[in-house]
C-alpha cells in the first residue's frame, strides 16, 4: 500500500521557513509534493499581505529567490516533489480559476513550462485550485498528458469530457459506493488511481481544519481493505499545533501497518 503528502499553496508568497517547520521532520519518512502557484496573484487567506488580497498582481516564482533556491536544493535531496497547483490561482466572481479562466490551455501549458525551467525538473502531476475542475478544465488538463490530485472531483459522466473509460470508472466507483455502504451523496474517496486516454486521476483526504485522526485512520483502514492507496493532502499555512500531531500521529498509525510504503505523490500514479 502507497501513502504520500501533497501541500498546496507554494509560491511567492512562500517562505522557506514555514514548509520546513511543518515538515522538518516529516520528509524523511514521506517526501511531500509541493502543489506549486507559478505566478500567483493574492486573495484573502493567512501568510498573503492583505495589500495584495485585491490587487490582482500576479508574482512570478522567480521573484522569490531565496523559495526558488531552497525548493531546488529539497527537490535534489529527494525530500519534496512539485506539481502544478493552477497558474495564478485567481478566483472569478463565478468561479475558482480552473472553473472560470478563459485560456486555461494556455495557462497549463505555460505554467508548468515555466515550473520545469525554473526549477529544473519536469511536472507530471496538477493539483486544481480549490480541488475544483471544470468539464473545460479537466480537458485542458487531460490535453497537457497531466496526472490530476484531487479531493471531490466529480466522476459523473456528464460533468466529464467523454470516452469509453468514463463509464467504466463510473461504474468502478459505483461499485465501490455499494461495497463500502455509501449512500449515494455520501462523500467518498476512491482509493485507486482511475485511469483515462491521456491522463490518471487520484482522490486525496484532506487535513484541515476540523479533520480528526479517526477519521483519516478511517480512510486509510477502509483504502487497505480495498487493496488501494491513500494520499493526504493539507495546506502548509493552516497548519497549526493540533493539525501537527494529528499528522505526526496519522504517520505513526500507517507506518506499524502491514506492507505500507511512503512513496511521492507521482508515485501513485506508476
Ligand atoms: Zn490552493
Known amino acids: 500500500m502507497k501513502i504520500a503528502i501533497r501541500d498546496d499553496d507554494t509560491c511567492f508568497f512562500t517562505s522557506p521557513e514555514e514548509i520546513e517547520h511543518v515538515y522538518g521532520d516529516v520528509w524523511q519518512r514521506v517526501p511531500v509534493c509541493l502543489a506549486t502557484i ?5 486573495y484573502p487567506r493567512a501568510g498573503i499581505p492583505e495589500s495584495e488580497w485585491h490587487s490582482g498582481r500576479a508574482f512570478p516564482l522567480e521573484q522569490n529567490p531565496e523559495l526558488v533556491a531552497w525548493l531546488q536544493t529539497r527537490i535534489a535531496a529527494r ?3 512539485v506539481a502544478l497547483h493552477g497558474y495564478t490561482h485567481e478566483d472569478y466572481a463565478d468561479g475558482f480559476e480552473f472553473q472560470a479562466a478563459p485560456d486555461l490551455e494556455r495557462r497549463v501549458t505555460e505554467g508548468r513550462a515555466y515550473l520545469e525551467r525554473v526549477l529544473g525538473v519536469p ?12 468539464k473545460r478544465g479537466l480537458e485542458a488538463v487531460s490535453a497537457a498528458g497531466l496526472d490530476i490530485l484531487g479531493s471531490f472531483l466529480s ?19 459505483q461499485r465501490f459506493r455499494l461495497a463500502t455502504g455509501r449512500r ?3 462523500p467518498l474517496i476512491y482509493p485507486h488511481a482511475l485511469k483515462y486516454g491521456r491522463h490518471a ?23 487497505r481493505r480495498f487493496g488501494g492507496d491513500f494520499c493526504l493532502a493539507t495546506h502548509y499555512w493552516e497548519v497549526d499545533e493540533r493539525l501537527k500531531s494529528i499528522l505526526m500521529r496519522f504517520l505513526d498509525h500507517v ?7 511512503f512513496v511521492s505523490a507521482e508515485e501513485l500514479f506508476d
Open 123 to 134: 511536472i507530471h502531476v496538477f493539483v486544481p485550485p480549490h480541488n475544483a475542475l471544470s
Open 155 to 173: 466522476f459523473r459522466p456528464s460533468n466529464r469530457p467523454w470516452e469509453w473509460r468514463t463509464a467504466v470508472n463510473w461504474w468502478r466507483v
Open 79 to 81: 525530500r519534496v516533489t
Open 255 to 261: 507506518a506499524a501497518m502491514p506492507g505500507v510504503r
Open 38 to 42: 507559478p505566478f500567483a496573484i493574492g
Open 201 to 223: 486521476e487520484f482522490g486525496c483526504y484532506g487535513l484541515i481544519p476540523g479533520t480528526t485522526l479517526e477519521q483519516l485512520v478511517a480512510g486509510v483502514e477502509e483504502a
Open 184 to 186: 449515494r451523496t455520501a
